[in-house]
């Protein structure tokens, strides 16, 4: 299988995957390549013992930090169940670990995020929530765009009542570099439809999540 192959299903054009994402990848060979170049501008030798696997490790892992491109997120919310009785009320799914890379200086973003919807009629598996963010999440990502991807694959694919999305993320481009602040979170929402239109039902869940990624 060729490395980081992009999404078969989704086009070139699609708004929700990053215009980058259509462009040709390189192949393994390109990119260990590139990192033996990053090693030597580190002042180090790539022919180290140390460092002369480095490059395939780093090639292996770039495969797995973005896999979400050779994935379609709106996938995984193809299954639905309706079976839950007319069930309506908030379905909240905390903590959900984020996994994601800062597009700006290719460093981690991890955290946490927590997604709630009210069901019209049918629900999906918890689990493919889950699998929602990481989607999203295993590609360059701005924090902001990220929790707005989340919350409008999820509207537009259940067509719930509504939909609520709260990232709570450390970003390593500015605790381990810049400012050098490492006890700093980042906080973005997005609200759709009853939870846009519904200051009471945001307080609600507000109260249900307990917020502070070191609890």
Known sequence: MDWLQPPASVDADDSEVPEA?????????????AVRTLIAAAGDDPAREGVRDTPARVARAYAEWFSGYAVDPAAYL?????????Y??????RDIPLVSTCEHHLAPITG?????????GRVVGISKLSRLVD?????????ERLTQQIADTLFSVLKPHGVAVIV???HGCMTTRGVNQPDVAMVTKAW??????DPDLR?????????????
């Open 112 to 120: 946490r995020v927590h997604v709630a919807y009210r069901p019209r």
């Open 21 to 33: 994402a259509a462009t040709p990848r390189p192949g393994r060979a390109a990119v260990e390549a």
């Open 88 to 93: 309506e009320d908030t379905v909240l799914l």
């Open 78 to 86: 193809a299954r639905v169940f309706d079976e839950a009785n007319g």
């Open 192 to 197: 759709l439809g009853d939870f846009r239109d």
């Open 203 to 215: 307080r609600d869940l507000l109260a249900s999540i307990a917020f502070g990624l070191d609890r």
């Open 168 to 170: 709570e993320a450390r």
């Open 135 to 143: 989607a999203f999440g295993r590609r360059l990502q701005l924090q």
